[in-house]
């Protein structure tokens, strides 16, 4: 269970897994919140779109249509492996299924057959919808399929989640056969090889990881005194986007200069990450856990 991420915490989190990331315009306000509940979130929903054509593919799911009014995902994920954002919130994209399932998805079990529909998905999942025909014919590119393992890890990374909560949305209902064309626990087979590396950051996003073809540098420890100052400066936000890359994100917006208690929660997970207890885990940095983090140098 957790709090879905902020539009700048998805961007930050698909980018940190090294994928190319497209925001639609209107994307961060474009949802269903004011038909029901988006949240807690508890795992992802794969989609396959029964279309063809990027554009076509991303105008569909931004806007719906007439039977089903959009968003119909958060992301689109074309051929060549570009993540198209079209939606932040609640989206028509899983509807209703199992609740056994979604059960065995927050216990991170596998999952039972789904056998009813008694269950709001749109409220749990984030879902991504894949340009694919689902005829069981049309490819599915290997940039494609690793775009979706990475996004898919993105969101399991940001959450703390294993790659158990990520399922087809065949596995959610009985009344749906997508994704079609690839197995679904090989699909996650790959997302928790993926989660057990670090992030790859894509070049040229801003992540500010270094001089380009240099030695990446790293921001010093401004010393454990200075965070209890309540600082702003963008050495803070560097610090959350890397707490946010490396799965340890309790932020419900942001991260962004102000040091907030988001951060030194989101922190707090990181020292647990790494082993601490007790008041070695309190949230507040110290030097050899700051230097494992390797925040980019900003100032
Ligand atoms: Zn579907």
Request: proline share 7%.
């Amino acid at each position: 269970m957790a709090n879905p991420l902020s539009p700048d915490a998805l961007v930050s989190a698909l980018r940190a897994e090294g994928v190319t990331v497209v925001e639609r315009a209107g994307w961060r306000t474009n949802n269903r919140n004011h038909k029901g509940s988006w949240g807690p979130v508890n795992g992802v929903v794969v989609h396959h779109t029964v279309t063809s054509g990027t554009a076509d593919s991303v105008s569909l799911c931004f806007a719906g249509h007439s039977a089903l009014p959009g968003p119909l995902c958060h992301g689109v994920i074309a051929k060549d492996g570009t993540v198209h954002l079209v939606g932040n919130g609640r989206a028509n994209h899983a509807g209703s299924g199992d609740g056994d399932v979604l059960k065995a998805v927050i216990a991170e079990k596998a999952l039972p057959a789904p056998n009813e529909n008694d269950t709001d998905g749109n409220v749990h999942f984030y879902g991504f919808e894949c340009v694919n025909l689902g005829d069981g014919k049309d490819p599915w590119p290997a940039v494609q399929l690793e775009a979706m393992v990475r996004a898919s890890a993105a969101l399991c990374r940001a959450h703390g989640w294993s790659a158990a909560s990520v399922i087809g949305h065949k596995e959610w209902t009985n009344t749906k056969i997508d994704p079609r064309g690839f197995g679904m626990a090989d699909f996650r087979a790959r997302v928790a090889a993926r989660l057990r590396k670090p992030t790859t950051p894509s070049t040229g996003t801003g992540t500010g990881t270094g001089t380009g073809t240099g030695t990446p540098r790293y921001q010093p420890f401004p010393g454990a005194a200075w965070f209890r100052k309540n600082p702003k400066s963008a050495v803070v936000t560097a610090l959350g986007k890397r707490l946010i890359a490396v799965g340890c994100s309790a932020y419900t917006s942001g991260p962004g200069p102000q040091w907030t208690e988001a951060d030194r929660l989101s922190y707090a997970k990181w020292q647990r990450k790494l082993g601490y207890t007790g008041s070695a885990a309190d949230g507040w940095p110290g030097a050899t856990s700051w230097a494992a983090l390797k925040v980019p140098y900003s100032s």
